[in-house]
């Protein structure tokens, strides 16, 4: 199934070491089946408030993710991007084709059950 590095940045300063993160990244994530699904741009707020870059990088598992983060060539430029934003950085599983809403329920107490 499907996982995702989603990252949430503020404050990105994009001088030369951002610049140079952006030019490695893409070699970083190949070995790992990794492509981009949304990498910053505009949004059309329609509820609440936003600020910050959306980014999200989809793998094909989370096991994936974790040996790209760990993976020396990621490491080696890990720090052109954190020395230059702020923000959080996560991974999340994704779900199946035929998921539904409320199969988040399976598992949680509701009031109507014991």
Not at 21 to 33: G, N, S, V, W
Not at 52 to 70: C, H, N, Q, T
Request: avoid cysteine; charge should be negative.
């Amino acid at each position: 199934m499907p996982a995702y590095a989603v990252g949430h940045l503020h404050d990105v300063n994009v001088g030369p070491d951002v610049v140079e993160y952006l030019k490695r990244i893409d070699e970083t994530l190949a070995p790992f089946d990794g492509r981009f699904i949304i990498h910053g741009g505009p949004v059309s707020v329609v509820e609440g408030s936003w600020s910050g870059d959306l980014i999200v990088i989809e793998f094909p598992d989370k096991d994936s993710i974790r040996a790209w983060y760990d993976s020396p060539a990621y490491r080696q430029i890990l720090p052109l991007r954190t020395k230059n934003s702020r923000g959080a950085i996560f991974f999340m599983d994704g779900v199946s084709d035929d998921h539904k809403a409320t199969d988040v329920l399976a598992g949680i107490p509701t009031m109507d059950q014991p």
